[in-house]
C-alpha cells in the first residue's frame, strides 16, 4: 500500500485512530479528520509520522456537506488524491426511544449516516475518473441486531449497511469495491463512557467473553483496503468475538 493516500474520518481518537496507524503503517500516508479534539487529532499525527510516511489532520464536522468537500479538496491538494476512504466517525446519543429526543435521533444519523454519504458524495468523483479505490464504512453489530437505548444509533448504523450495499452496485464497474466493518463491543472512549451495567450486560453477550481492541477493527480494515480484497465488494465483515453469529 506504499504511496497510497487514506482519509480516515473520526482518525483522531478510538477505533479511528487505530486505523490511521495501520494504514500508516502498511505505507499509506494518512489524512485523518476529527470534531473538534486538536490535542488528540495532533498526536495521532505524530504517531502517523513516527511511522515514516506523511500525515493530515483536517477539523471537518462530516455531516455537512460543504465541510466534507472542503475536507476531501484540502487533503488532496495537500496530500494527494486519497485512494483509500474510511468512514469511522461517529457519536452516541443513548436514550430509550420514549426519552429520546428528535433533535438527539438526528444528531445521530446526521453524524454516523449522512456524514458517511457526504465523504463518499466528496471522495467518488476522484475514484470514478481514476477507476479504483477502497471504501470502508464503520458499522456496528447495534445496526444487525438492535440494542435496547440505541435507536437512533442502530438505525444509523443499519442505514449504512444500506449505503454500503447501494455505493458497492453502482461502483463495481469502475473498479471501486465499498464495505462495511461492524465492530461488537471495542474498548475505546465511547465505551468507556457506558454505565459498568451496560458494559457487563453488553460483554455477557460476546461468547468470546472480553472486549474488543481498535487494533481488532483496524486489521479487518487494513484488508478490506488492500489488494487482497479486491474481488470482495458490499460484504459486511463482523469483528466482534461472536457477539451476533
Ligand atoms: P470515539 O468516540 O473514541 O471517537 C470518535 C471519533 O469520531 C473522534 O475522532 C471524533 O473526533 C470523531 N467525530 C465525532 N463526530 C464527528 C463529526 N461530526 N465529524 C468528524 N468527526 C467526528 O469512537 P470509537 O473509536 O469508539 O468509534 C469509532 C467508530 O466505530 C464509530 O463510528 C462507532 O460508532 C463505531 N463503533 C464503535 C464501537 C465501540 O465499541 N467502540 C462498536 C461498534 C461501532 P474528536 O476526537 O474531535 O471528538
Same mark, same amino acid.
Given at each position: 500500500?506504499?504511496?497510497?493516500?487514506?482519509?480516515?474520518?473520526?482518525?483522531?481518537?478510538?477505533?479511528?485512530?487505530?486505523?490511521?496507524?495501520?494504514?500508516?503503517?502498511?505505507?499509506?500516508?494518512?489524512?485523518?479528520?476529527? !470534531?473538534?479534539?486538536?490535542?488528540?487529532?495532533?498526536?495521532?499525527?505524530?504517531?502517523?509520522?513516527?511511522?515514516?510516511?506523511?500525515?493530515?489532520?483536517?477539523?471537518?464536522?462530516?455531516?455537512?456537506?460543504?465541510?466534507?468537500?472542503?475536507?476531501?479538496? !484540502?487533503?488532496?491538494?495537500?496530500?494527494?488524491?486519497?485512494?483509500?476512504?474510511?468512514?469511522?466517525?461517529?457519536?452516541?446519543?443513548?436514550?430509550?426511544?420514549?426519552?429520546?429526543?428528535?433533535?438527539?435521533?438526528?444528531?445521530?444519523?446526521?453524524?454516523?449516516?449522512?456524514?458517511?454519504?457526504?465523504?463518499?458524495?466528496?471522495?467518488?468523483?476522484?475514484?470514478?475518473?481514476?477507476?479504483?479505490?477502497?471504501?470502508?464504512?464503520?458499522?456496528?453489530?447495534?445496526?444487525?441486531?438492535?440494542?435496547?437505548?440505541?435507536?437512533?444509533?442502530?438505525?444509523?448504523? !443499519?442505514?449504512?449497511?444500506?449505503?454500503?450495499?447501494?455505493?458497492?452496485?453502482?461502483?463495481?464497474?469502475?473498479?471501486?469495491?465499498?464495505?462495511?466493518?461492524?465492530?461488537?463491543?471495542?474498548?475505546?472512549?465511547?465505551?468507556?463512557?457506558?454505565?459498568?451495567?451496560?458494559?457487563?450486560?453488553?460483554?455477557?453477550?460476546?461468547?468470546?467473553?472480553?472486549?474488543?481492541?481498535?487494533?481488532?477493527?483496524?486489521?479487518?480494515?487494513?484488508?478490506?483496503?488492500?489488494?487482497?480484497?479486491?474481488?470482495?465488494?458490499?460484504?459486511?465483515?463482523?469483528?466482534?468475538?461472536?457477539?451476533?453469529?
Amino acid at each position: 500500500m506504499k504511496g497510497k493516500i487514506a482519509l480516515v474520518t473520526g482518525g483522531s481518537r478510538g477505533i479511528g485512530r487505530a486505523i490511521a496507524l495501520k494504514l500508516a503503517e502498511a505505507g499509506c500516508d494518512v489524512a485523518i479528520l476529527y !470534531a473538534g479534539r486538536e490535542d488528540a487529532a495532533k498526536e495521532t499525527v505524530g504517531l502517523i509520522e513516527e511511522k515514516g510516511v506523511r500525515a493530515l489532520s483536517l477539523r471537518c464536522d462530516v455531516s455537512d456537506g460543504a465541510q466534507a468537500n472542503e475536507a476531501a479538496k !484540502a487533503v488532496s491538494e495537500q496530500l494527494g488524491a486519497p485512494d483509500i476512504l474510511v468512514n469511522n466517525a461517529g457519536i452516541v446519543r443513548d436514550a430509550l426511544a420514549m426519552r429520546m429526543t428528535t433533535e438527539d435521533f438526528r444528531a445521530v444519523l446526521d453524524t454516523n449516516l449522512t456524514g458517511a454519504f457526504n465523504m463518499i458524495h466528496a471522495c467518488l468523483p476522484i475514484f470514478i475518473r481514476r477507476r479504483s479505490g477502497r471504501i470502508v464504512n464503520i458499522s456496528s453489530v447495534s445496526g444487525m441486531m438492535g440494542n435496547p437505548g440505541q435507536a437512533n444509533y442502530s438505525a444509523s448504523k !443499519a442505514g449504512l449497511i444500506g449505503l454500503t450495499k447501494t455505493i458497492a452496485r453502482e461502483v463495481a464497474s469502475r473498479g471501486i469495491t465499498v464495505n462495511a466493518v461492524a465492530p461488537g463491543f471495542i474498548e475505546t472512549d465511547m465505551t468507556r463512557g457506558m454505565s459498568e451495567a451496560a458494559l457487563k450486560n453488553g460483554l455477557s453477550a460476546v461468547p468470546m467473553g472480553r472486549i474488543g481492541q481498535p487494533e481488532d477493527i483496524a486489521n479487518a480494515v487494513r484488508f478490506l483496503a488492500g489488494d487482497e480484497a479486491a474481488y470482495i465488494t458490499g460484504c459486511v465483515l463482523k469483528v466482534d468475538g461472536g457477539m451476533y453469529i
